[in-house]
Protein backbone atom coordinates (compact mmCIF):
# COMPACT_ATOMS: atom_id res chain seq x y z
CA UNK A 1 0.00 0.00 0.00
CA UNK A 2 2.89 2.55 1.07
CA UNK A 3 4.74 1.64 -1.81
CA UNK A 4 1.88 2.32 -4.08
CA UNK A 5 1.23 5.25 -3.19
CA UNK A 6 4.86 6.12 -3.23
CA UNK A 7 4.60 5.10 -7.23
CA UNK A 8 1.83 7.29 -7.35
CA UNK A 9 3.41 10.20 -5.99
CA UNK A 10 6.67 9.70 -8.28
CA UNK A 11 4.11 9.34 -11.42
CA UNK A 12 2.82 12.82 -10.71
CA UNK A 13 6.06 13.94 -9.81
CA UNK A 14 7.58 13.18 -13.46
CA UNK A 15 4.00 14.67 -14.80
CA UNK A 16 4.42 17.72 -13.50
CA UNK A 17 8.17 17.67 -14.11
CA UNK A 18 7.63 16.92 -18.18
CA UNK A 19 4.79 19.84 -18.04
CA UNK A 20 7.35 22.38 -17.10
CA UNK A 21 10.07 21.17 -19.48
CA UNK A 22 7.81 21.49 -22.74
CA UNK A 23 6.52 24.64 -20.99
CA UNK A 24 9.89 26.13 -20.95
CA UNK A 25 11.04 24.62 -24.38
CA UNK A 26 7.84 25.93 -26.42
CA UNK A 27 9.19 29.53 -24.83
CA UNK A 28 12.60 29.05 -25.89
CA UNK A 29 11.51 28.17 -29.32
CA UNK A 30 9.41 31.50 -29.39
CA UNK A 31 12.00 33.30 -28.33
CA UNK A 32 14.62 31.88 -31.31
CA UNK A 33 11.60 31.95 -33.41
CA UNK A 34 11.18 35.85 -32.76
CA UNK A 35 15.36 36.27 -33.42
CA UNK A 36 15.07 34.59 -36.65
CA UNK A 37 12.21 36.84 -37.80
CA UNK A 38 14.31 39.87 -36.74
CA UNK A 39 17.32 38.86 -38.56
CA UNK A 40 14.87 38.50 -41.72
CA UNK A 41 13.52 41.51 -41.03
CA UNK A 42 16.68 43.56 -40.87
CA UNK A 43 18.35 41.43 -43.96
CA UNK A 44 15.27 42.43 -46.23
CA UNK A 45 15.64 46.16 -45.32
CA UNK A 46 19.26 46.05 -45.84
CA UNK A 47 19.00 44.79 -49.14
CA UNK A 48 16.39 47.48 -50.35
CA UNK A 49 18.15 50.24 -49.03
CA UNK A 50 21.51 48.91 -50.89
CA UNK A 51 20.16 48.19 -53.82
CA UNK A 52 18.08 51.81 -53.85
CA UNK A 53 21.59 53.22 -53.32
CA UNK A 54 23.03 50.90 -56.60
CA UNK A 55 20.80 52.31 -58.37
CA UNK A 56 20.53 56.32 -58.02
CA UNK A 57 24.21 55.42 -58.27
CA UNK A 58 24.22 54.17 -61.58
CA UNK A 59 21.14 56.68 -62.87
CA UNK A 60 23.78 59.42 -62.01
CA UNK A 61 26.95 57.76 -63.22
CA UNK A 62 24.86 56.97 -66.23
CA UNK A 63 23.25 60.73 -66.92
CA UNK A 64 26.84 62.45 -66.57
CA UNK A 65 28.33 59.97 -68.50
CA UNK A 66 26.07 60.50 -71.52
CA UNK A 67 26.44 64.77 -70.82
CA UNK A 68 29.95 64.12 -71.28
CA UNK A 69 29.36 62.21 -74.67
CA UNK A 70 26.65 64.32 -75.75
CA UNK A 71 29.35 67.74 -75.16
CA UNK A 72 32.38 65.97 -76.78
CA UNK A 73 30.32 64.67 -80.01
CA UNK A 74 28.99 68.63 -80.21
CA UNK A 75 32.30 70.21 -79.53
CA UNK A 76 34.15 67.83 -82.47
CA UNK A 77 31.34 69.06 -84.82
CA UNK A 78 31.91 72.79 -84.00
CA UNK A 79 35.27 72.38 -84.29
CA UNK A 80 34.90 70.67 -87.95
CA UNK A 81 32.61 73.67 -88.35
CA UNK A 82 34.92 76.01 -87.67
CA UNK A 83 37.79 74.36 -89.51
CA UNK A 84 35.66 74.55 -92.31
CA UNK A 85 34.80 78.02 -92.05
CA UNK A 86 38.24 79.26 -91.34
CA UNK A 87 39.31 77.36 -94.78
CA UNK A 88 36.57 78.99 -97.16
CA UNK A 89 37.97 82.45 -95.25
CA UNK A 90 41.05 81.87 -96.34
CA UNK A 91 40.37 81.00 -99.86
CA UNK A 92 38.18 83.31 -100.53
CA UNK A 93 40.27 86.04 -98.97
CA UNK A 94 43.38 84.67 -101.15
CA UNK A 95 40.89 84.84 -104.41
CA UNK A 96 39.65 87.98 -103.75
CA UNK A 97 36.81 86.58 -105.86
CA UNK A 98 34.15 87.38 -103.02
CA UNK A 99 32.77 91.32 -102.11
CA UNK A 100 33.30 92.68 -98.86
CA UNK A 101 29.62 91.72 -97.62
CA UNK A 102 29.96 88.34 -97.98
CA UNK A 103 33.41 88.56 -96.24
CA UNK A 104 31.51 90.18 -93.43
CA UNK A 105 29.04 87.48 -93.37
CA UNK A 106 31.31 84.95 -93.05
CA UNK A 107 33.02 86.93 -90.06
CA UNK A 108 30.20 87.23 -88.26
CA UNK A 109 29.80 83.54 -88.83
CA UNK A 110 32.61 82.77 -87.70
CA UNK A 111 32.42 85.07 -84.76
CA UNK A 112 29.03 83.11 -83.64
CA UNK A 113 30.70 80.05 -84.30
CA UNK A 114 33.45 80.94 -81.99
CA UNK A 115 30.83 82.47 -78.88
CA UNK A 116 29.13 79.01 -79.18
CA UNK A 117 32.47 76.82 -78.54
CA UNK A 118 32.93 79.72 -75.93
CA UNK A 119 29.89 78.83 -74.47
CA UNK A 120 30.23 74.71 -75.21
CA UNK A 121 33.73 74.79 -73.05
CA UNK A 122 31.63 76.66 -70.29
CA UNK A 123 29.25 74.02 -70.21
CA UNK A 124 31.52 71.53 -70.13
CA UNK A 125 33.59 73.27 -67.45
CA UNK A 126 30.46 72.87 -65.49
CA UNK A 127 29.47 69.41 -65.95
CA UNK A 128 33.50 68.18 -65.59
CA UNK A 129 32.72 70.51 -61.71
CA UNK A 130 29.54 67.80 -61.30
CA UNK A 131 31.71 64.93 -62.62
CA UNK A 132 34.24 65.78 -59.63
CA UNK A 133 31.42 65.88 -56.91
CA UNK A 134 29.39 62.91 -58.83
CA UNK A 135 32.51 60.63 -58.82
CA UNK A 136 33.33 60.60 -54.96
CA UNK A 137 30.05 59.91 -54.37
CA UNK A 138 29.49 56.84 -56.57
CA UNK A 139 32.89 55.62 -55.38
CA UNK A 140 32.24 55.79 -51.73
CA UNK A 141 28.71 54.15 -52.40
CA UNK A 142 31.30 51.43 -54.48
CA UNK A 143 32.66 50.93 -51.00
CA UNK A 144 29.93 50.24 -48.63
CA UNK A 145 28.92 47.70 -51.04
CA UNK A 146 31.74 46.32 -51.15
CA UNK A 147 32.36 46.65 -47.03
CA UNK A 148 28.56 44.75 -47.12
CA UNK A 149 28.48 42.21 -50.11
CA UNK A 150 32.16 41.28 -50.50
CA UNK A 151 32.13 41.76 -53.88
CA UNK A 152 34.63 43.46 -56.09
CA UNK A 153 33.66 44.76 -59.23
CA UNK A 154 35.15 45.47 -63.01
CA UNK A 155 34.12 48.99 -63.95
CA UNK A 156 35.15 48.44 -67.53
CA UNK A 157 32.83 46.16 -69.00
CA UNK A 158 30.42 46.38 -71.57
CA UNK A 159 27.01 47.58 -71.14
CA UNK A 160 24.84 45.24 -70.06
CA UNK A 161 27.53 42.77 -68.14
CA UNK A 162 28.33 42.54 -64.69
CA UNK A 163 31.62 41.02 -63.82
CA UNK A 164 33.77 41.31 -60.80
CA UNK A 165 35.05 38.73 -57.46
CA UNK A 166 33.34 37.60 -54.39
CA UNK A 167 35.57 37.62 -51.81
CA UNK A 168 33.81 35.06 -49.57
CA UNK A 169 35.08 33.31 -46.15
CA UNK A 170 36.87 30.24 -47.85
CA UNK A 171 36.79 30.77 -51.56
CA UNK A 172 36.89 33.87 -54.34
CA UNK A 173 34.11 33.07 -57.03
CA UNK A 174 34.16 35.43 -60.21
CA UNK A 175 30.94 36.87 -61.34
CA UNK A 176 29.89 36.99 -64.42
CA UNK A 177 26.68 37.92 -65.63
CA UNK A 178 24.21 39.57 -69.00
CA UNK A 179 21.99 41.51 -67.28
CA UNK A 180 20.23 42.24 -70.49
CA UNK A 181 19.08 38.39 -70.61
CA UNK A 182 17.82 38.69 -67.03
CA UNK A 183 15.45 41.14 -64.69
CA UNK A 184 17.07 43.50 -62.23
CA UNK A 185 15.28 41.34 -59.64
CA UNK A 186 16.52 38.28 -60.56
CA UNK A 187 19.98 39.24 -60.99
CA UNK A 188 19.55 41.49 -57.32
CA UNK A 189 18.68 37.85 -55.67
CA UNK A 190 21.20 36.22 -57.76
CA UNK A 191 24.40 39.05 -56.04
CA UNK A 192 22.72 38.77 -52.58
CA UNK A 193 23.06 35.13 -52.47
CA UNK A 194 26.93 35.53 -52.19
CA UNK A 195 26.29 37.03 -49.07
CA UNK A 196 26.42 35.75 -45.87
CA UNK A 197 23.86 35.54 -43.67
CA UNK A 198 26.04 35.00 -40.60
CA UNK A 199 25.78 38.22 -38.77
Known sequence: MAQGQKFQDLEEMGEALLEYINSSQTEKV???RSEQQALFEL??????????ILNEATQIEETVGQQLLD??????QREQELKNLEEQLRQCIAKSQISDSEIDLLKAE????????????????EVDEDTTEVIPSAVYVAKLYHLITKIKWEYD?????????????????????DTSAQSRCSVSDHLWDFVSTEW
Open 30 to 32: KEI
Open 43 to 52: HVETKKVVTH
Open 71 to 76: LEEEKQ
Open 110 to 125: LENLRRSEAQLEALQS
Open 157 to 177: TPPHTLRGVHYGKDLATPINM
